[in-house]
């Protein structure tokens, strides 16, 4: 590995942990991208699916710290879901090896999809929405307001599936998911984004843990084989620690407007990039 290779993965990682820093987004945006579409590093889908999930469990686990330094962290939401996910998640990266011979094309692409889909939401919510000028917080949706109405049970119950959900889309996809965490518990249940953020993190490194299990240990034992080049996931995880630190930063001094703004523009951003041929 050359010092160009290097230095790209460094920058990949500091803009990564940046980018995770302010809005939670899975790995698997920026470096599945680089690691599969870039001739200087041309890995097979499944090891750069594995490495991007090495990364999410190194920048979550990061994320999670200085969220939790501003007590922006919801550990009773964020375990329950969390463990729940990271069931669904092994089950999900066990299907998604088994087909991804023929279809792995089909999985990124449609991750790209979803992913621009989802930052246009957030970026129309954050020009449509007022701030309120003494506290700084966003204004709940309809169903968030209407959740509040709601016993307890109905809350639960939503968490549970979409746990479900997001591990085994987790698993299939490589990503720990934390853009769709971020939205569902801001669209939902009213979360504040900076606490949303916090909170997905926590959920996305459960998620992918469960999944770079399956690419590890579990293709090891079944296929002989690791869907995982540890250099380069050591080396962006490396940098994503040290980016994750000024993005935290950064997400602290935004206001609610501008944040929701920003988690739209990166996440389309990184949904452009996974969709652009190899």
């Not at 092994?90 to 087909?99: F, H, L, P, R």
């Not at 504040?192 to 690419?215: N, P, Q």
């Not at 040290?242 to 609610?256: C, D, I, Y």
Request: one cysteine or more.
């Amino acid at each position: 590995m050359d010092v160009i290779q290097v230095a790209i993965l460094i920058g990949i990682g500091a803009l990564l942990g940046f980018a995770s820093g302010v809005t939670g987004i899975s790995a698997v945006h920026l470096v599945v991208a680089i690691l599969f579409l870039l001739p200087m590093f041309a890995l097979a889908i499944l090891p750069s699916l594995g490495t991007s999930l090495l990364v999410d469990v190194i920048g979550a686990g990061a994320v999670v710290c200085l969220y939790f330094r501003h007590k922006n962290v919801d550990f009773k939401v964020g375990l329950m879901m969390g463990l729940i996910a990271f069931s669904f998640a092994i089950m999900g990266a066990s299907i998604a090896i088994a087909i991804g011979l023929s279809s792995e094309y089909l999985l990124v692409g449609g991750l790209g999809i979803f992913q621009i889909l989802i930052g246009l939401t957030f970026i129309v919510r954050g020009y449509r929405k007022k701030e309120s000028e003494e506290s700084h917080l966003m204004e709940k949706s309809r169903l968030a307001i209407w959740l509040e109405n709601k016993p307890d049970s109905y809350k639960k119950l939503i968490l549970i599936v979409a746990s479900i959900m997001l591990g085994l889309i987790g698993g299939l996809f490589g990503a720990g998911g934390g853009f769709a965490i971020t939205f569902l518990l801001v669209f939902l249940l009213g979360f504040e984004s900076h606490k949303a953020v916090g909170t997905a993190c926590l959920v996305m490194l459960f998620t992918a843990a469960g999944a770079f299990l399956i690419y590890t240990a579990g293709a090891f034992i079944i296929h002989g084989v690791l869907y995982v080049n540890l250099e380069y996931g050591l080396i962006i995880g490396a940098a994503c620690i040290l980016g994750a630190f000024f993005g935290t930063q950064f997400a602290h001094h935004l206001s609610e407007k501008h944040l929701t703004i920003a988690l739209g523009v990166i996440i389309l951003v990184f949904g452009v990039f996974m969709i652009l041929p190899k």
